[in-house]
């Protein structure tokens, strides 16, 4: 066969495939429904934290063009870290070949098409556990209808028979619509102090800084010899987090005599005044907890010798580091990144002491409506002497969208106004480390 001939030969057969491909008919039973479950349901489900379910054909095909504008746009599902420098436990991203079949599914005018008879239908949700103990708003807080956003710190005072090990935990939020992200921690009550006598809850008005010494102190959280409470658990929660877990043989102490605080609760802007009672729901461990789980959060030191405030000039662009050197070896669990409105792009790394560089997470595209704490798939093995550089790059140009102030305005790091003020830091999750761990599934 000549040359020329062959090449006809295959050009008829990739034309062939070509229009097969176009022909073959996406449908919602056979293509759609495992990526809508995998990636979207865990929150567009009862209590899944998204204002609406996706779980039935019905209710994935009345938003069809709607979800492929947002799934087009890489705004849903939200995942803000890249996935090509860092896996997390949880990901959710969608790849090229899933996004074109929405596409063409509905162009294709959503067909359901038929589940196949003999497939299992897809299990993707575990049935939820129940809680051990739930510490719940004592009475639904008000959200005002000042299309403003709401922020709130709220106590909750409990007493158990004994000190107990926690396993996981929840955070249940009672409005699903406006909740958009809370920071909890939990404490051992210092002798002597009475927080079960104090308000439940204050509004932030010029502050949303998360300040010990005030908040010990309204809620009576301060001891007898002025000592503040010890905390022994903290983490935050975002739209779509579920149960935080941490691994076998590691949790974290629930004091008998504790306060579970809830700091920086956001509610998103809204016309109509509405309410809250959020819940925070506690495993407890039912093996025995042999680790228990530490967490160190960094902020960048002054930077400017010659100045005495920290500030991003209006109309500028900067770039602000965290430098830490670690002085024992660890074991990294999960990472928490937190930036405020100018926030653009973070990103963070451990140099070794032999240089080697281990990559732990980048964000490209900062949103201060969707943080975490994400959770590496193994432990990250960080090694006695090694430097944790964070990067953070801060817009405070008219063409940062979220730029709080029009036109902009310098803003100060941490100086203590409102979301308005600006921050770099950084929480890390983390245990001593032992024999082994950088094999240990986080999953
Ligand atoms: C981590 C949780 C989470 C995941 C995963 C998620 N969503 Fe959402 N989604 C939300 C929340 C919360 C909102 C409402 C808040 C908002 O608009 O930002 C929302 C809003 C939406 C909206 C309305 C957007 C708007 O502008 O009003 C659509 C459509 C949507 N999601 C589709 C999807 C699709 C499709 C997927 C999967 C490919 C998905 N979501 C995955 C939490 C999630």
Redesign the pocket.
């Known amino acids: 066969m000549s040359i020329q001939r062959k090449s006809w030969i295959i050009l008829l057969c990739l034309l062939a495939g070509l229009s097969s491909q176009a022909q073959q008919v996406i449908s919602y039973h056979e293509h759609i429904a495992p990526?809508?479950l995998h990636?979207?349901?865990?929150?567009?489900r009862d209590q899944?934290?998204?204002?609406?379910a996706?779980t039935t054909y019905d209710e994935?095909a009345r938003?069809g063009p709607?979800?492929q504008?947002?799934?087009e746009k890489g705004?849903?599902?939200?995942?803000k870290p890249n996935p090509e420098y860092r896996h997390f436990v949880g990901e959710?991203v969608?790849s090229k070949e899933e996004l074109q079949l929405?596409v063409s599914w509905v162009e294709q005018g959503m067909p359901k098409g038929k589940r196949k008879p003999k497939k299992k239908p897809l299990v993707l949700l575990p049935a939820e556990p129940l809680p051990d103990m739930v510490l719940k708003m004592k009475a639904p807080v008000r959200i005002p209808g000042n299309n403003q956003s709401t922020y709130i710190c709220y106590k909750i005072p409990y007493e158990l028979p004994a000190d107990t090990f926690g396993a996981a935990i929840r955070f249940v939020p009672g409005n699903?619509?406006l909740a958009h992200h809370a920071s909890c921690q939990l404490f051992a009550l210092a002798e002597g102090a009475d927080p079960v006598s104090s308000p439940d809850f204050f509004y932030y008005t010029d502050s949303t800084r998360i300040d010990d010494a005030h908040d010990f102190s309204f809620f009576n959280m301060v001891g007898k010899d002025g000592r503040y409470p010890e905390e022994t658990l903290h983490f935050g929660w975002?739209?779509?987090?579920s149960v935080q877990e941490y691994g076998k043989g590691i949790g974290y102490r629930i004091p008998r005599k504790g306060v579970l605080l809830i700091r920086n609760y956001h509610y998103?802007p809204t016309p109509i005044a509405q309410e809250d009672q959020a819940e925070v729901h506690f495993f407890f461990a039912k093996e025995k907890v042999s680790r228990m789980i530490q967490f160190a959060a960094f902020k960048p030191k002054r930077l400017f010798s010659d100045s005495t405030e920290w500030k991003i000039p209006a109309d500028s662009m900067v770039e602000h580091w965290v430098k830490v050197k670690f002085h024992d070896r660890i074991s990294l669990i999960a990472i928490n990144p937190h930036m405020h409105l100018l926030g653009r792009y973070v990103k963070v790394y451990v140099v070794t002491p032999s240089q080697d560089t281990i990559p732990l997470i980048e964000i490209k595209d900062w949103d201060f409506?969707?943080q975490d704490f994400y959770r590496f798939q193994t432990m990250v093995d960080i090694p006695k002497g090694s430097i944790l550089y964070a990067k953070g790059i801060f817009d405070n140009t008219a063409a940062n969208i979220r730029n709080p102030f029009r036109p902009p305005q310098p803003v100060y790091f941490e100086r203590g106004m409102d979301d308005t003020d600006e921050m770099l830091r950084l929480v890390l999750l983390y245990l001593p480390y032992k024999e082994g761990d950088e094999t240990l599934s986080l999953e």
């Open positions: 990526i809508i990636n979207c349901t865990p929150c567009h899944g934290g998204a204002p609406f996706l994935v938003r709607f979800i504008y947002v799934t705004n849903m599902p939200p995942w959710k969608l929405i699903k619509q975002l739209p779509g987090s998103g409506n969707w």
